[in-house]
């Protein structure tokens, strides 16, 4: 999907270009974004108030995702989109071969960063271009019915986890997505899952546990070049 960054003052925010959805930014490294990606992935934010509520959205989101949901996900960008997540969420070269570990190292990249809604619009993205392709005219502001007629078909291809990334995308700027997380409890918004908002409650034995296999793993490329 194309999106034009931000609106004129008074025109009325679309699916295709969307005046409150969350934008790349300084905390996410969007200035080292080349041109061309940013007026592709970014558009305005009408006020801060917003960002913020948009932003926790987004945390809560991330952190509901399970590790293969987020995996899958990841793996299913095309390499534009990919080496556009590696930047957002500084992922190193080889974070996409190793999938054991993709989803801590999105994750960890996301609260370093603080950068969960750009990660999570990187990631929805073309579930975002399909929709917009599917409706067409109504894409610039969706009915409850036109979202309604699409979801079937959009929870086929991509998932009831990366549709509601992108349905929170619009949680703020366009009433058809807001009317969908009233009606739809698929889509209700994801609650925090403590008062930090922490990305993740981190699962001390789980996370030792893929860090003795990464070192197995490493050990034996070791061996083999021997």
Do not use: W
Not at 183 to 212: G, H, I, T, W, Y
């Amino acid at each position: 999907m194309r999106r034009r960054c931000g609106n004129h003052v008074g025109e009325r925010p679309t699916l295709n270009s969307p005046s409150q959805t969350y934008r790349l930014d300084a905390h996410a490294h969007g200035a080292n974004i080349p041109a061309d990606h940013t007026a592709a992935y970014t558009c305005a934010v009408t006020t801060s108030r917003d960002s913020i509520i948009l932003e926790r959205r987004f945390v809560n989101a991330l952190a509901a995702l399970t590790d293969d949901s987020l995996t899958s996900a990841a793996l299913a960008l095309d390499e534009e989109l990919r080496d556009l997540l590696a930047q957002v969420a500084g992922l190193g070269a080889d974070a996409f071969e190793d999938t054991a570990t993709l989803a801590e190292r999105i994750r960890d990249g996301a609260q370093r960063r603080r950068c969960a809604g750009d990660v999570c619009v990187v990631l929805c993205e073309p579930c975002t271009r399909h929709c917009i392709e599917t409706l067409g005219s109504a894409s610039d502001d969706p009915t409850l019915d036109d979202l309604q007629a699409i979801l079937p078909d959009v929870l086929e291809k991509f998932g009831l986890e990366v549709t509601k990334l992108m349905v929170i995308q619009y949680s703020l700027s366009l009433q058809g997505f807001k009317k969908l997380i009233s009606a739809d409890e698929r889509f209700a918004l994801p609650v925090s899952q403590s008062p930090a908002m922490q990305l993740r409650v981190v699962d001390e034995e789980a996370q030792a546990a893929k860090r003795a296999a990464r070192k197995a793993r490493r050990a034996a490329d070791k061996a083999k070049k021997k």
